[in-house]
């Protein structure tokens, strides 16, 4: 059974760092495209950063990480989250895919998700 879990939100300040974690279990994923989105109430869920675990090739939605996110891997799927401002505030998601995208953006394309975990980034 596949499981995601996510680890690593918290309120932090406006102009401070946080670091998610997705620890992911239940099958090999190296052949999986694993990703972080987020979501606010009331909106659609909205595609952060992808990272292809084998090599390591990233996609990122520049409009709102803007070089201030970071996406790895090593046993586990990571955000860097650096700069951070009251609208980075969401639930983050983990997400996983074994299948193949030009852009790995769309919530569709993932296979399994995490329960997401609350990041707050006060004023």
């Known amino acids: 059974q596949v499981r995601l879990v996510e680890s690593g939100g918290g309120l932090v300040q406006a102009g401070g760092s946080l670091r998610l974690s997705c620890a992911a279990s239940?099958?090999?994923?190296?052949?999986?495209?694993m990703c972080w989105f987020r979501q606010v109430p009331g909106k659609e869920r909205e595609f952060v950063a992808a990272?292809?675990?084998?090599?390591?090739r990233t996609y990122y939605a520049d409009s709102v990480v803007k070089g201030r996110f970071t996406i790895s891997r090593d046993n586990a799927v990571y955000l860097q989250m650096n700069s951070l401002k009251p609208e980075d505030t969401a639930v983050y998601y983990c997400?996983?895919?074994?299948?193949?995208?030009?852009?790995?953006?769309?919530?569709?394309?993932?296979?399994?998700w995490g329960q997401g975990t609350q990041v707050t980034v006060s004023s």
């Open positions: 239940g099958r090999t994923f190296s052949s999986y495209v």
């Open positions: 990272i292809r675990w084998s090599g390591g």
């Open positions: 997400a996983g895919t074994s299948g193949y995208s030009s852009s790995y953006s769309l919530v569709r394309e993932y296979d399994y």
